[in-house]
């Protein structure tokens, strides 16, 4: 019988047949975790529920609810739980993202640059998915210098809420786009590779992936493609 292998770093790397069900369950959960966004982002658009905040008590509640919500569900990846609140989580983050969602289809073609964003969101996973198969290195290193990244732009961006500087945020939305961007093939590839065994944290890693590059082409488009009357 295949067993784990553990590294001389005393790191656990699946067998085959354990890296195929987590990279399996992974697709499958993160496919179904579009609905609970979807309707998330509906449910805001409709009741215009998040706008009435307004930005600085919506903030507030992205980042506890956000924060909140991924201490949940590490402490219980390894049960159903853990399954229901990533479902829970993925509702809470469609609903913060309707702010941009109502705005981008409050123009004359929103509706279509809606669309682009996904069509170019997916064309970017299956992008990095494909390279992930072929690319054959240690990916570890990336991630690092990635996970530096995402938190510098973090802070820019909690910053230029109070800036306010147009410059400061189009810099940091193509940041994010190319940021997560590259984190969706790293993270991919430590579930191709063994290193992430837990198929509810590799989903949770790779939907914030996603998330922050529809957000960031969502935006871009709005600024850039938006048709005002």
């Known amino acids: 019988m295949n067993e784990p292998i553990l590294t001389s770093q005393g790191a656990v ?13 992974t697709y499958g959960l993160l496919a179904l975790s579009m609905v609970p966004t979807v309707l998330g982002a509906w449910v805001g658009v409709s009741t215009g529920i998040v706008s009435a905040m307004g930005a600085g008590l919506s903030m507030i509640l992205f980042l506890v609810g956000a924060f909140g919500f991924m201490f949940a569900i590490e402490k219980t990846k390894h049960s159903a739980t853990g399954v229901y609140l990533l479902l829970a989580f993925t509702f809470f983050m469609g609903l913060m993202l309707s702010r941009m969602v109502g705005q981008v289809l409050g123009l004359r073609n929103g509706a279509s640059l809606v669309m ?3 069509g170019g969101t997916a064309a970017i996973f299956l992008a990095m998915a494909s390279l992930a198969t072929v690319v054959k290195r240690d990916l570890s290193g990336m991630a690092k210098f ?16 109070f800036l306010q500087s147009s410059a400061l945020m189009l810099a940091l939305l193509v940041l994010c786009l190319g940021i997560f961007s590259a984190f969706i093939l790293v993270d991919l590839k430590r579930v191709i590779d063994g290193g992430e065994t837990n ?3 590799a989903t949770l890693a790779i939907y914030l992936d996603v998330y922050n590059v529809f957000q960031s082409l969502l935006a871009l488009l709005g600024i850039f493609g938006g048709d005002r009357d």
Not at 146 to 161: C, K, P, Q, R, S
């Open 146 to 161: 990635l996970t530096v990244g995402a938190l510098i732009v973090f802070v820019a961006m909690i910053a230029n809420f």
């Open 199 to 201: 198929y509810v944290s």
């Open 13 to 25: 790397i699946a067998d085959a047949p354990q890296r195929n069900a987590v990279l399996r369950n």
């Open 116 to 118: 682009t964003a996904f």
